[in-house]
């Protein structure tokens, strides 16, 4: 059976060595008295929570599964997941980073998210339960009615009731301008709605009392396209003037998906026959209402493959130190024993280290990304919401598909460390690895990320915002650039930084020629992009490491950092140099292909 011990000091030091969070919210009046002893005492409990709550839960759930009443259309939920939600509830995991109007806790969303690392990590299926429903608030304090936000967020930041996001539908796929549900205007200026949603996660579940709904659909006279979509929020049961619950609402799951993985998540197919639901935001804006939750879910998404490299490359670790086979290349090294421990082998170490690295790259950046947020959403300087809120999207597509394209490579190198084990359930490897592949295809593909990536954010505004990322790296290079100790660290993305303009440029021009160019690239760039902010934020790990050690400190944390950070640059950010060439290669040699794919 697979174990699991929160990463905390790791966090701690990310959170408070290399970002200093601390310092940056004593700018932020809300977040003003939040020190690190209270983020420390925080994440300890939330560790202890996803380490005995909900990970103890995640291989008998991924066994027994969910259940669908077909008379009832009501799901139950493998044995022990809602009494571990009842705990979350009562625990106030809930509400650690909404807002206290609302009944939140009011901290920061960094420390939600490294909360919901840990949480992912323990058991992303039933993860998924509450993760889905802090998307679901977002959108509705951004873009709900008071009416909405009074009937809504108090229940949803207790944890009392759960949200969803019904986008897509059976011919749809990721292609939402496609889409057919219907909402009918009424008198009483609500709609009712008719459709088929599919791939709905947590869509029907016995955890909490109502499930509140985001469903798009097309008004009567919308135009074609994604230009012609509304938001709905539309709850399993009405609410009562009081906020009591009242009659079944008739959006009803019909079925559950048999998947590969996160077999403990309800993933529901949705009917829905005239289903009451009110507005959300404007009529046929209901794509950029609905965004809110999608870039929210899209940062989740990374968050769960973060959690699973955690685990499975803390469980390849244990067992590499535990497992005797063969003798060392270069001697033997436990002469008491009739072999060597597996570690000892220079591919195997190779292995644990290409988890690890994309495991601590990945928890850098999503802390990044969320201090980012919170500086976005609450700093005083309106310059610098701006500034902040435009990195997160830069940034957002290559979290979602950089740290779920390395989790599927490192849960699978993980799984290899096993050898024939690792194909076995009753280790718990393999189960990592079936979880984590959805990963790379919800919230938008890892290609439809790339696409976004390269045509939107990058080649959309002239390369604005990569400027910005690139001046940060600059002011680093800048600043390390003449100490020796700091060149393994600081020398390549000096490098790539400087040929990334570039590329850049160079697939810019191509593709204004031939849009399938962009097509044909964006993978690989994304890649490309995706190592050049892993290689900045290591190097700022690197910085804060070797100023521990000159300053005289003896923890092996330090050094650690600086063998992983060397191991990364030496094997795992050379990838670029390829990644580029092949970007280069075109899109001819994809496209002019129709005898090959007749």
Known sequence: MPTYNPPLRDMQFVLHEVFQVSDEFKAMPRHADVDADTINA??????????????????????????????????????????????????????LSCDPEYGGQGLPHVVNQCLYEMLNSANQAWTMYPGLSHGAYEALLAHGTDAQKKTYLPKLVSGEWTGTMCLTEPHCGTDLGLLRTKAEPQADGTYRITGNKIFISAGEHDVAANIVHLVLARLPDAPKGSKGISLFVVPKFHVNADGSLGARNPIYCTGLEHKMGIHGNATAQIAIDGAVGTMVGEPNKGLAAMFVMMNAARLGVGNQSLGLTEVAFQNALAYAKDRLQMRSLSGVKAKDKEADPIIVHPDVRKMLLTAKAYAEGARALQIYCTLLLDKAHHHPDEKERKGCDELVALLTPIVKAFITDNGHIATNACMQVFGGHGFIKEWGMEQFVRDNRINMIYEGTNTVQSLDLLGRKVLGNQGATLKKLGKLIGQLVAEEGVNEKMAEFINPIAILGEQMTKFTTEIGFKGMQNPDEVGAAAVDYLRVAGHLVFGYLFARMAQVSLRAIAAG??????????????????????????????????????????????
């Not at 202890?48 to 008998?60: D, G, I, R, Y």
């Not at 493998?78 to 106030?92: L, Q, R, S």
Request: overall charge negative; some cysteine; charged content about 25%.
């Open 553 to 598: 400190s003896q923890d092996p944390f330090y050094v650690a950092k600086l063998q992983t950070a060397r191991f990364y640059f030496a094997k795992l950010f050379p990838e670029t140099v390829t990644l580029m060439r092949t970007a280069r290669a075109g899109a001819k040699v994809l496209m002019d292909t129709d005898a090959a794919l007749a």
């Open 42 to 95: 925080v994440l300890e409990e939330a560790g202890k929570f996803a380490a005995e709550v909900t990970f103890p839960l995640n291989v008998s759930g991924d066994t027994e599964g969910c259940t669908l009443d077909q008379q009832t259309h009501e799901v139950t939920t493998p044995k022990g997941f809602k009494e571990a939600y009842a705990k979350y509830v009562e625990g106030g995991w809930a509400a």
